[in-house]
RNA sequence: GGCCUUAUCGUCUAACGGUUUAGGACGUGACCCUCUCAAGGUCGAAAUACGGGUUCGAUUCCCGUUAAGGCUACCA
C-alpha cells in the first residue's frame, strides 16, 4: 500500500480538453492501471482570470467519455481532498508562511509597473529577464510593517545564488540547469492565490503522488519545484516530461491550424477508441508491429520506458484510418447505438437495421457516413441522375430489366446466391454480359453507381421492393 | 537574446554497437481481386540533418555545427 503509484492529471480549467491534455490524462491513466495505482484528476483553478464557467464539467465529461477515468477526484474523495486548488488556499499560505520563516521565501513589494520597466531595461540591455530582486533583503520587520500599512505584496522564493541543481527525468536522464538561470519566482500573489509552482508542489506532496508525468513544456520549471521540495524536507516523486504534440508545421499543438479540443473530434465521429488507440501512439509504441489497441492493452503493456522523446505531429489521416479500424471491429449492434441519435428515419425494424449495418460497415470511415450512404434501404431512390443513366443504359435496358424483374418475382428461395445464379442465367440467355444488368440494376434499387456487393444488397432489400423499383425503373428509362 | 530539450522515410515509429541491402504503419504509385465503391492482397518509391571523434565496427556512445520546439509572467 504504501508503495502503490499514484499519479494525477492536473489541468486548468480554461475551456475544453485539449487533445494534449488526453494524452497526458492516458499516459497517467495508463502507468497507474499498469501498476495497480491510482489515477487522480486534481482541478488547478489559481488564475481567476482565466476561469471559464462549465470547464471543469466539460473536461471530466471528456475525460469519462474517453475512457480515461480518475479513482479520485472532486466527487470521489480518497482521502487527500479537496482536489480543487482554489479550495486549498489556506493550504499554500500555511507552507508559504513556512518558507518565510525558513528564509527561503521573502515578501515582495515591487509593483507591476516596476516589474514591467525592469524587465524592459533588461530586453533593451539584451540580458535575460528576471526580476532583479530588489525586495530579497528587505527585513522581515520593515516588511511586516508594509503588510500592517496595508501595502500590496506577493511571496517570492529565494533561489540560491550560486550553484547548480541537476535532475533525474525518467524520460530524458539527467538535467542540469544552473541556479543563476532561475528567477525568484512569485509563489503567492497578491491576490493570495499560489502560482502553479507552490501549489503543484504542495499538492503533490500532501496528495502522495509518487510519478509526475506531464507535457515537456514544464521541463524547464522543475528545478523551482526540486528546491521546493527541499526547502520543505520532501521527497521528490519520479519525475517524467513528455514529449509535446506538434502541429503539421511542428509547432506546439494549438488551435489555428485545426480543432484541438477533444470534443470537436467526438463531434466529427472520431471513436473513442481510434482516439486512445491514436494519441496513445504519439510518443509511445509497444515495440512490435502490432497498430491496433484497445484500452485494456494499453494499460497492460504501457511503460515509461518505451515513450520516446521527440515531439510528434498529430497525423489525422492515421486517425482517420483508426477510425476506420475500430468502426470494422465493432458489433452492428455497437455500431447501432453511435448512428440512431443522428439517424433521420424513424427505425421499424431492427434486425434489418442492423443487417444494413453490417453490409455497410466496412465502407464507413465515420458512423455518420452511414447515413448519407443508406438512404435507399428505407425508401425508394428520389431520381437517378441523368449522366448515370446514360453511361448505363442502352437502348436495350429496360426490355431487359423488365425480364430481370420478372425473374426474381418467380424466386422461390430469395437469397443472394439464388439472386446472383437469376440474374447471370437471364445475361446468358440474352448473350450480354452480367454487369449490362448488375449496373442498370444498381442504379434502379439505389439511384446510385456505388454501393455494397449487388446480390447481398438485393437479399436485403427483400423481393418485393427489389421488383417494384425495377419495374418503376423500366417506366422511366423507357423515356430516355 | 539566454537556458533547456529534441533530431531515422512526407507523418507516427522499430533498431537499446555487429543478426541491416535500416523493419512496420499511415499516406502515396502500380498491380491483383471484382458488379461499382470500399475492404483485402502483392509489389514499388521514400529516411539515419551535417562535421568531427571513440571503436575492429556506429542509426545507436561523445563533441561541435545546424535546425526545430519548449521555457523565459503576480498563466498554467
Not at 479513482?71 to 513556512?98: F, H, I, T
Not at 503539421?248 to 489555428?256: A, C, E, F, Q, V
Amino acid at each position: 500500500m504504501e508503495n502503490q503509484v499514484r499519479v494525477r492529471f492536473a489541468p486548468s480549467p480554461t475551456g475544453y480538453l485539449h487533445i494534449g491534455g488526453l494524452r497526458t490524462a492516458l499516459y497517467n491513466y495508463l502507468f497507474a492501471k499498469h501498476f495497480g495505482g491510482k489515477f487522480i484528476l486534481r482541478i488547478e483553478d489559481t488564475d481567476q482570470s482565466r476561469k471559464v464557467e462549465g470547464a471543469v464539467e466539460n473536461v471530466i465529461k471528456t475525460l469519462k467519455w474517453a475512457g480515461v477515468d480518475y479513482d479520485e477526484g472532486l466527487d470521489r474523495d480518497g482521502g487527500y481532498g479537496p482536489y480543487v486548488q482554489s479550495q486549498r488556499l489556506e493550504l499554500y499560505r500555511k507552507y508559504a508562511q513556512e518558507l518565510i520563516s525558513k528564509d527561503k521565501a521573502y515578501y515582495c513589494f515591487c509593483t507591476s509597473e516596476r516589474l514591467q520597466e525592469v524587465r524592459q531595461k533588461q530586453l533593451t540591455a539584451k540580458l535575460s529577464t528576471s526580476y532583479d530582486r530588489l525586495c530579497r533583503n528587505v527585513s522581515r520587520e520593515e516588511a511586516e510593517r508594509r503588510i500592517a500599512a496595508g501595502e500590496q505584496c506577493v511571496i517570492r522564493m529565494k533561489i540560491p545564488l550560486e550553484g547548480e541543481l541537476s535532475f533525474d527525468d525518467v524520460i530524458r536522464g539527467k538535467v542540469t540547469i544552473s541556479h543563476k538561470m532561475i528567477d525568484d519566482q512569485v509563489l503567492i500573489k497578491s491576490d493570495g492565490f499560489p502560482t502553479y509552482h507552490l501549489a503543484v508542489v504542495v499538492d503533490d506532496h500532501l496528495m502522495g503522488i509518487t510519478h509526475v508525468i506531464r507535457g515537456e513544456e514544464w521541463l524547464s520549471s522543475v528545478p523551482k519545484h526540486i528546491l521546493l521540495y527541499n526547502y520543505f524536507r520532501w521527497q521528490v516523486p519520479m519525475l517524467a516530461h513528455l514529449p509535446l504534440l506538434l502541429n503539421p508545421d511542428k509547432s506546439k499543438l494549438s488551435k489555428r491550424q485545426g480543432d484541438v479540443a477533444v470534443e470537436d473530434y467526438r463531434a466529427k465521429g472520431y471513436l473513442k477508441e481510434a482516439i486512445v488507440n491514436f494519441i496513445a501512439f504519439l510518443g509511445w509504441n509497444p515495440g512490435d508491429e502490432r497498430e491496433i489497441f484497445f484500452m485494456e492493452q494499453l494499460v497492460q503493456e504501457f511503460t515509461l520506458d518505451r515513450v520516446g522523446k521527440s515531439g510528434a505531429v498529430f497525423n489525422i489521416e492515421k486517425l482517420k484510418w483508426l477510425n476506420q479500424q475500430h468502426i470494422k471491429l465493432k458489433s452492428n449492434e455497437e455500431l447501432a447505438q453511435l448512428i440512431k441519435p443522428h439517424f433521420q428515419f424513424a427505425i421499424s425494424d431492427e434486425s434489418y437495421f442492423l443487417k444494413v449495418i453490417g453490409l455497410l460497415k466496412e465502407r464507413l470511415s465515420f458512423p455518420n457516413d452511414f447515413i448519407e450512404m443508406s438512404g435507399y434501404f428505407f425508401r425508394d431512390p428520389e431520381f437517378i441522375e441523368e449522366a448515370e443513366m446514360r453511361k448505363y443504359f442502352e437502348p436495350e435496358t429496360h426490355s431487359q430489366l423488365k425480364l430481370l424483374a420478372d425473374r426474381f418475382e418467380a424466386l422461390l428461395e430469395f437469397s443472394h446466391t439464388s439472386i446472383e445464379a437469376a440474374l447471370r442465367q437471364l445475361a446468358e440467355e440474352l448473350q450480354i454480359k452480367p454487369t449490362k444488368l448488375i449496373h442498370p440494376t444498381r442504379l434502379a434499387l439505389s439511384g446510385r453507381t456505388i454501393g455494397p456487393g449487388l446480390f447481398e444488397m438485393i437479399e436485403l432489400l427483400g423481393k418485393e421492393t427489389v421488383v417494384r423499383r425495377l419495374r418503376r425503373a423500366v417506366e422511366k428509362f423507357r423515356a430516355v
